[in-house]
C-alpha cells in the first residue's frame, strides 16, 4: 500500500476513498487506521465508506458517546468493523474501561477517529490517515502506512 494524497469536492467523494482505502486493507491485511483531522472534516464520512465495504449494509453514526460503535455486515454474525471516537479518551484508564485491548483479537478492521488522544496505544504498524479541510467542500485526505520504531 503506497502513501498518497488526494483532495475531494464532495462528501461522496470522501466516502469513496474510505470505501477504496478500506478495499486495501483487506487486501494487504491492513488491521488498523488511525484518523487525524479537526471536527467537520470528514473523518465520519469517511469511515461510513469504510464500512460499505467491510461491513455493507451498517448504518455509520459519529460514536461520541459510545466512544465505539460494532458494524455487522448485513445477515452476518460478527462485527467486521470497530469505530472508535476517542474524542474524551486521555489515558489508558479511559481505554481500560472500554476494554479497548480486547478488540484487537476479534479480527476485525478497527479505526479511530481522533486518534491523537491515544499516541500511546497506537500499534506498531498502522495506516494513517489525516484530512484536512481546505475550502468549504474541498479536503486533502493523506494516507501512509506507519511503522513506529
Ligand atoms: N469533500 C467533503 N468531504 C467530507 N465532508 C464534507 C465535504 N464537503 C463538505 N463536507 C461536510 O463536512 C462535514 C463532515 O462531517 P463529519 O464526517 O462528521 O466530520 P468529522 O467526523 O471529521 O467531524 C459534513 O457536514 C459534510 O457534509
Ligand atoms: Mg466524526
Known amino acids: ?8 469536492h464532495t462528501v461522496e467523494e470522501t466516502e469513496a476513498a474510505g470505501y477504496e482505502l478500506a478495499k486495501l486493507c483487506l487486501e494487504n491485511g491492513k488491521g488498523f487506521v ?3 483531522g479537526d471536527l467537520g472534516a470528514g473523518k465520519t464520512a469517511f469511515v461510513r465508506g ?6 455493507p ?3 455509520v453514526t459519529s ?8 458494524y455487522t455486515p448485513a445477515g452476518g454474525k460478527s462485527p467486521t ?8 479518551v486521555s489515558d489508558w484508564d479511559d481505554l481500560d474501561s472500554i ?19 491515544i499516541g500511546f496505544a497506537l500499534p506498531a504498524r498502522h495506516v494513517r490517515v489525516d484530512i484536512e479541510k481546505l ?15
Not at 1 to 8: G, S, V
Not at 99 to 117: M, Q
Open 1 to 8: 500500500m503506497n502513501t498518497y494524497t488526494r483532495e475531494t
Open 34 to 36: 488511525a484518523m487525524y
Open 50 to 55: 469504510m464500512a460499505r465495504l467491510a461491513a
Open 57 to 59: 449494509g451498517s448504518a
Open 63 to 70: 460514536p461520541t458517546y459510545s466512544i465505539v460503535n460494532e
Open 81 to 88: 468493523l470497530f469505530h472508535f471516537d476517542m474524542y474524551r
Open 99 to 117: 476494554d479497548f485491548d480486547s478488540y484487537f483479537k476479534r479480527g476485525a478492521l478497527i479505526v479511530t477517529e481522533w486518534s491523537e488522544n
Open 135 to 149: 475550502g468549504e467542500l474541498t479536503r486533502r485526505i493523506s494516507v501512509k502506512e506507519v511503522e513506529l520504531t
